[in-house]
C-alpha cells in the first residue's frame, strides 16, 4: 500500500471536492458566484489524472461541486470516465475511490439528467433550497421577485421528484438537501424547510452562514448558531442526537417522533462557524482551473497546472500534493475566534466559495 500522508495535525486525505465551474445560474447573496469562468479551465483528462492523483493519496470520496456543476457539459462525461477507479479493490496499493457526489442547486436537474448522472456511476446529489416559499428562495437565491423564487422553488422541488425517480435514495443517503440559515434572511424558514423535509423522507442539512470569500457581507451578527437552530427546531419536534461521523462536517439528530411516512428522515446541522470542526478535517478543494487549497477559508492555494501542462505528469503531480499535504496546517475556523476578522477584511482575503465549492 502506497503511504498515505498525515499533515501537521496528524490528518489524512479523504474527501476531494473538485469544482467544475465557478459560474452558476443563481446568485445566492452569501455565495456571490463568479458570472464568468476564469480563463485555462481544466479539461477532463487533466481532471481525471488529478483525482487519481488524490486517490494515491488516500482521498476515497469525490464531491463534483461548482459554481453549479450541472453547467460543465461534460460532467456525465468525467463521471463516467472515473469509473475504472471505482472498481478498484479496497486495498488497491494505488488507493480505490469509493463514492462521488455532487452538490446542485438543481435547476438544471431534468428527469433526463438525473438517469444518466445515474447511468454514468453518480452515488449521491445534494440538493440546495433556502426557502419553501417564492419569498424566501428569492432573497435567498438573489433574485429579483417572489415569483422568480417560486418558479425556482418548483424547479428545485421536481428535481428532488427526478432524482429519486433516477434511484437516488434518500432512505440510503443518496439524496440530501442543503439549507443556508441566516439571521436576517431565511431564519423563519427553519420550520417550513423541516417539514418540506419530513414530507419528502430528505435529509436536511442546515448550514451556519460562512465566511468564505470576500463580497457576501459576512457579519458574526447574520449567523444563526446551530444550537438555535435545533432548539427551535427540537421545540417543536424533539430532537434525538446521532452525533458528528468521523471527518464528518455534519452533527445528526432524529426525530424523536420519526414514522414510517418521513423514512426516518433527519435532521443536520453543518456548525463550523459556532463549533468547528477542524480537528478531523480531510478535506482537500480544487478550482475549476486547478488551484488547490487545503482550506474552505484559505487565502491562496497552490497552481497544480504546472504539474499538468503541457501534459500532466502523474508521478510528479502525486508528488506535489504529498507535499502540500504533508505542510498543511490550516485549522481556521478554530482559530477565527482569537484573529479579528474586521481587522483582516483587506488581507488576507479569502477566496471566494463557487471557486471553492462549499
Ligand atoms: N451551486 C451548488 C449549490 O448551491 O448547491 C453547488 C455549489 S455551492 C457553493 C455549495 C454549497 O455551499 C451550497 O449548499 C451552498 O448553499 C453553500 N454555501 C454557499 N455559500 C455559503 C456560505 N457563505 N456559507 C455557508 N454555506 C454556503
Ligand atoms: Fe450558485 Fe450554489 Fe453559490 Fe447559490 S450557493 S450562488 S446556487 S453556487
Redesign the pocket.
Known amino acids: 500500500m502506497a503511504e498515505r500522508p498525515l499533515d501537521l495535525h496528524g490528518r489524512p486525505l479523504g474527501v476531494l471536492r473538485l469544482s467544475l465551474t465557478a459560474r ?1 445560474n ?1 446568485a ?1 447573496p ?2 456571490c ?1 463568479d458570472t464568468e469562468d476564469p480563463p485555462g479551465l481544466l479539461t477532463l483528462p487533466e481532471r481525471l489524472v488529478l483525482v487519481e492523483a488524490a486517490v494515491g493519496l488516500g482521498a476515497h470520496t469525490l464531491r463534483l ?5 450541472l453547467l460543465h457539459r461534460g460532467l456525465e462525461e468525467l463521471i463516467a470516465a472515473l469509473q475504472p477507479l471505482r472498481r478498484r479493490e479496497p486495498d488497491d496499493p494505488r488507493g480505490a475511490l469509493k463514492e462521488i457526489a455532487l ?3 438543481g435547476l438544471l436537474l431534468s428527469a433526463e439528467r438525473a438517469r444518466r448522472l445515474k447511468a454514468a456511476g453518480l452515488d449521491r446529489i ?3 433550497l ?1 426557502g419553501t416559499d417564492g419569498a424566501s428562495v428569492a432573497r435567498m437565491a438573489g433574485l429579483g421577485n417572489a415569483d422568480a423564487g417560486a418558479a425556482v422553488l418548483e424547479k428545485v422541488l421536481a428535481a428532488i421528484g427526478h432524482a429519486r425517480a433516477a434511484g437516488f435514495d434518500p432512505a440510503r443517503g443518496q439524496l440530501k438537501l ?3 440559515i441566516t439571521r436576517d434572511g431565511n431564519a423563519e424558514q427553519l420550520l417550513p424547510l423541516a417539514a418540506l423535509a419530513r414530507e419528502q423522507g430528505l435529509e436536511l442539512r442546515l ?7 470576500n463580497r ?1 457581507g ?1 457579519d458574526p451578527e447574520k449567523v444563526l448558531p446551530a444550537a438555535e437552530m435545533l432548539s427551535r427546531i427540537g421545540a417543536v419536534w424533539p430532537l434525538e442526537p446521532l452525533g458528528r461521523a468521523d471527518h464528518g462536517t455534519a452533527s445528526r439528530w432524529r426525530y424523536h417522533d420519526r414514522t414510517a411516512a418521513d423514512n426516518g428522515a433527519h435532521l443536520a446541522v453543518v456548525a463550523s462557524i459556532t463549533a468547528p470542526f477542524c480537528g478531523d478535517c480531510n478535506r482537500l478543494r480544487i478550482t475549476a482551473d486547478g488551484v488547490a487549497y487545503t482550506c474552505l477559508f484559505a487565502g491562496s492555494g497552490t497552481d497544480l497546472r504546472p504539474w499538468l501542462r503541457p501534459r500532466p505528469d502523474p508521478a510528479a503531480l502525486e508528488q506535489a500534493l504529498r507535499v502540500l499535504w504533508r505542510a498543511r496546517r490550516d485549522r481556521w475556523s478554530e482559530e477565527r475566534a482569537t484573529v479579528d476578522t474586521r481587522a483582516q477584511a483587506g488581507s488576507p482575503r479569502h477566496a471566494e ?2 471557486y471553492l ?2
Do not use: H, K, Q, R
Open positions: 452558476c443563481l445566492c452569501y455565495c458566484p461541486t461548482g459554481g453549479e456543476p452538490t446542485s442547486n445534494t440538493l440546495s433556502d442543503n439549507a443556508v448550514i451556519e452562514f460562512m465566511d468564505v470569500g457576501n459576512w466559495m463557487a465549492g462549499g
